[in-house]
């Protein structure tokens, strides 16, 4: 549409005599080919692949449930693997959200279940705890709830704990659940509403009838809870992936279609408050302009954005690797050990 306006712009000029008002038209024209150069080049690669995956067709059906398979069966090998306590799943640009639809299904396999009988007394203290932050039902009250720093952390401290619970079984006949992390960058579900749904009343009902997950996850009753109340055993809900799976969001907001990397954005508009989203400001061999692939890149520099617009202590690398998290952070620190005291014995009597 863009493009159609800039080379519609020259013949007004021109039909109107405008030509020493605005620019003459040979200017628009130029704009028009350097328009329609950069979105071919930069944006309709990625946003083409975003569409072909989330449009429903029969070839695109059976190609998504193939990618979506052979994922679920990299994590089924991973979790079930006893060399493994810890999954991180970092994802990028479309894989954000083939990432986002294959822990979904892995949630509903491995979560606790009426099949997967965990009934750790410990498991359940820690899925009431954050069953406690959970969303409302209704999606009015949703959109209204939000968390401050200190919040998210308790929040995100909640789930870390819940990850510890879940990912060793107490038999080999029940699952696990190892996936700590979700990392996400230059992700299009910032335009969920639209991509993956109809539009923002479509998202809202998807989230009501738990096709989609939130973080925090969206409460089981009115009371805060996401564990059916009357289910014997208790168990969770099948979208309450982010429950035990911590969300990190690190996207690049610029000026308009063409600088920073406007297919990223926040996340938790669409997904909830329980999302760190975090913004960075990347900069490449062509300086600002859609920096969607530079979040990883050594080549290029950026620094973390501070919520008050000012630019933070962290480089845009030491934002994804504290995503990433593979210090443990939120792991309890061990006790350092008692020096040992050694006592002196008594001296020896005199002899005479």
């Given at each position: 549409?863009?493009?159609?306006?800039?080379?519609?712009?020259?013949?007004?000029?021109?039909?109107?005599?405008?030509?020493?008002?605005?620019?003459?038209?040979?200017?628009?024209?130029?704009?028009?080919?350097?328009?329609?150069?950069?979105?071919s080049?930069?944006?309709?690669?990625?946003f083409?692949?975003?569409?072909?995956?989330?449009?429903?067709?029969?070839d695109?059906?059976?190609?998504?449930?193939?990618?979506?398979?052979?994922?679920?069966?990299?994590?089924?090998?991973?979790?079930?693997?006893?060399?493994?306590?810890?999954?991180?799943?970092?994802?990028?640009?479309?894989?954000?959200?083939?990432?986002?639809?294959?822990?979904?299904?892995?949630?509903?396999?491995?979560?606790?279940?009426?099949?997967?009988?965990?009934t750790?007394?410990?498991?359940?203290?820690?899925?009431?705890?954050?069953?406690?932050?959970?969303?409302?039902?209704?999606?009015?009250?949703?959109?209204?709830?939000?968390?401050?720093?200190?919040?998210?952390?308790?929040?995100?401290?909640?789930?870390?704990?819940?990850?510890?619970?879940?990912?060793?079984a107490?038999?080999?006949?029940?699952?696990?659940?190892?996936?700590?992390?979700?990392?996400?960058?230059?992700?299009?579900?910032?335009?969920?509403?639209?991509?993956?749904?109809?539009n923002?009343?479509?998202?809202?009902?998807?989230?009501d009838?738990?096709?989609?997950?939130?973080?925090?996850?969206?409460?089981?009753?009115?009371?805060p809870n996401?564990?059916?109340?009357?289910?014997?055993?208790?168990?969770?809900?099948?979208?309450a992936?982010?429950?035990?799976?911590?969300?990190?969001?690190?996207?690049?907001?610029?000026?308009?279609?063409?600088?920073?990397?406007?297919?990223?954005?926040?996340?938790?508009?669409n997904?909830?408050?329980?999302?760190?989203?975090?913004?960075?400001?990347?900069?490449?061999?062509?300086?600002?302009?859609?920096?969607?692939?530079?979040?990883?890149s050594?080549?290029?520099?950026?620094?973390?954005v501070?919520?008050?617009?000012?630019?933070?202590?962290?480089?845009?690398?030491?934002?994804?690797?504290?995503?990433?998290?593979?210090?443990?952070?939120?792991?309890?620190?061990?006790?350092?050990?008692?020096?040992?005291?050694?006592?002196r014995?008594?001296?020896?009597?005199?002899?005479?």
């Open positions: 549409m863009l493009i159609a306006t800039l080379l519609i712009v020259p013949n007004l000029i021109e039909w109107f005599g405008l030509g020493k008002v605005l620019f003459p038209g040979w200017v628009w024209s130029i704009a028009a080919v350097a328009v329609g150069w950069l979105v080049q930069f944006l309709l690669p990625y083409g692949d975003v569409a072909i995956y989330v449009r429903a067709e029969p695109t059906i059976a190609k998504r449930t193939e990618v979506r398979e052979r994922g679920l069966a990299l994590l089924r090998g991973l979790n079930d693997d006893p060399a493994y306590d810890r999954i991180v799943v970092v994802a990028h640009s479309l894989g954000t959200i083939v990432a986002y639809d294959i822990l979904q299904l892995l949630w509903a396999e491995r979560a606790p279940s009426g099949r997967n009988n965990r750790e007394p410990e498991l359940l203290k820690a899925f009431r705890a954050v069953g406690k932050k959970a969303l409302p039902i209704d999606s009015a009250e949703r959109a209204k709830v939000t968390m401050d720093s200190a919040e998210l952390a308790e929040f995100r401290g909640l789930q870390w704990q819940l990850y510890r619970q879940l990912r060793t107490p038999s080999d006949k029940l699952d696990s659940w190892k996936v700590s992390d979700f990392v996400t960058f230059g992700s299009p579900l910032t335009h969920a509403e639209f991509l993956v749904t109809h923002a009343a479509d998202f809202a009902k998807a989230v009838e738990r096709l989609l997950s939130t973080c925090p996850p969206v409460s089981e009753g009115k009371n996401i564990l059916y109340p009357s289910r014997s055993p208790k168990y969770p809900h099948h979208a992936v982010f429950s035990a799976t911590r969300w990190t969001n690190i996207h690049d907001k610029g000026n308009g279609w063409l600088t920073g990397d406007p297919i990223s954005g926040p996340l938790v508009e997904f909830g408050p329980g999302i760190l989203n975090v913004q960075v400001s990347l900069n490449w061999a062509l300086g600002r302009i859609f920096t969607h692939t530079n979040y990883w050594t080549a290029a520099e950026g620094w973390e501070l919520p008050s617009g000012e630019r933070g202590p962290r480089s845009h690398l030491d934002v994804l690797r504290d995503a990433v998290d593979l210090g443990r952070e939120a792991d309890p620190v061990p006790p350092a050990p008692k020096p040992t005291v050694r006592r014995g008594k001296p020896a009597s005199p002899t005479v």
